[in-house]
């Protein structure tokens, strides 16, 4: 199934991130699935939680905000949800619509526990 | 706890290879077509009926997906083309990457067409973009006019539908109008050409398809 993949490359991207935050730990990672992105959720999870297994990220958690379906005719301007997939526009029937919501896979954020200011942080002497 | 934004698209690595096989492909003037279909859908034959009808100095070359063995890519050599095998090991669908690395030491120069065979499966291809001018459904016959409603993504995505082994219309309850209609309700106005691989029935509007998407595509290289 290719949300295993699709766990592959969040996993890379986590790991990719929290190198430019040398001596923290990953906490969380946003993912951002749309209703018709063709990925469903929770076997997207359990790829994900198989493939922190036995490493660093174990702990890592992962929070998925779904996204409704949403079209919008480019004709009339009507804003509809697909039912079965049938793309045409309820109010006037064209097929000349636009998916503006719905189709997301994409990351929102990575969480990380506080890290330590650097050594050369003399310009933010108060510390965060 | 410090929050990183992360405003990118999870598949974004595919896409940026992608997109530069697209430029590739466009900076020679190749036509890259992408065939997704079920396993069993008729796709290498369809492959071999229309390198079969190339002539000899034709610049094709062929890509071919299966999780194990070189069983499409013996098959395909059969005709005097250049063939690659992917073999995903595992991975039930192409990406850009395994793409990008099959083509190797091709040079993009010396094509005028690419086609690529992707795993069989009608659902996960349909994610990943391969650099391709079009994705192809094929579908056949035997699967029934249900599969566009079942699957829409890849219909979607399509710019064609081949159904294929027509020549089992005698003995498959097969409603071609019902699929043709579930394939306009997912997809209206996508194109449908219907063949056998085995009588020959369709073949010559396919290759005539293929001829009329290469001339496109030159007009669209000479106008840029």
Redesign the interface.
């Given at each position: 199934?290719?949300e295993l993949?699709?766990a592959t490359?969040?996993l890379?991207?986590v790991r990719e991130?929290a190198r430019?935050?040398p001596g923290?730990s990953a906490?969380k990672l946003?993912?951002r699935i749309g209703e018709?992105a063709?990925v469903d959720p929770e076997a997207l999870r359990f790829c994900f939680s198989v493939l922190l297994r036995d490493t660093e990220l174990e702990a890592l958690t992962l929070d998925i905000q779904q996204c409704p379906c949403v079209y919008r005719c480019l004709e009339c301007g009507e804003a509809f949800s697909l039912h079965?997939?049938?793309?045409?526009c309820p109010a006037c029937r064209t097929?000349d619509v636009q998916c503006v919501s719905g189709d997301e896979?994409?990351?929102?954020?990575?969480?990380?526990?506080?890290?330590a200011p650097s050594t050369a942080a003399t310009e933010n002497p108060a510390g965060e | 706890?410090?929050?990183?934004?992360?405003?990118?698209?999870?598949?974004q690595?595919?896409e940026r290879i992608a997109g530069e096989l697209r430029e590739a492909f466009r900076q020679h003037g190749v036509l890259c077509l992408n065939f997704i279909g079920s396993p069993g859908a008729g796709k290498t034959t369809l492959l071999e009926r229309t390198l079969e009808g190339f002539p000899s100095a034709t610049r094709v070359a062929v890509l071919t997906g299966d999780i194990q063995t070189e069983i499409d890519a013996r098959r395909l050599r059969r005709f005097g083309f250049p063939v690659r095998q992917i073999a995903t090991g595992g991975?039930?669908?192409l990406?850009a990457r395994m793409v990008q690395q099959a083509l190797g030491e091709w040079k993009m120069a010396e094509l005028e067409l690419l086609l690529i065979e992707n795993v069989g499966n009608l659902?996960?291809p349909?994610?990943?973009d391969l650099g391709e001018a079009a994705k192809i459904v094929v579908m056949s016959v035997a699967e029934g006019e249900d599969k566009p409603?079942k699957y829409?993504?890849i219909f979607?995505k399509a710019e064609l539908l081949i159904l294929t082994k027509s020549d089992l219309l005698p003995h498959v309850p097969f409603e071609g109008e019902i699929a043709r209609d579930n394939a306009h309700?997912?997809h209206?106005?996508l194109e449908i050409l219907q063949l056998s691989c085995i009588t020959g029935a369709g073949l010559p509007e396919w290759q005539m398809w293929l001829e009329h998407r290469r001339a496109a595509l030159n007009v669209r290289a000479a106008a840029g």
């Open positions: 199934m290719h993949s699709i490359a969040m890379e991207k991130v430019q935050y923290v906490a946003g993912v018709v063709g079965d997939f049938r793309p045409l097929a896979l994409e990351f929102v954020y990575l969480e990380v526990d506080d890290y | 706890m410090h929050r990183v934004p992360l405003q990118q698209k999870i598949l690595e595919n991975t039930c669908h990406d659902i996960c349909a994610a990943y409603l829409p993504s979607f309700c997912v209206p106005g």
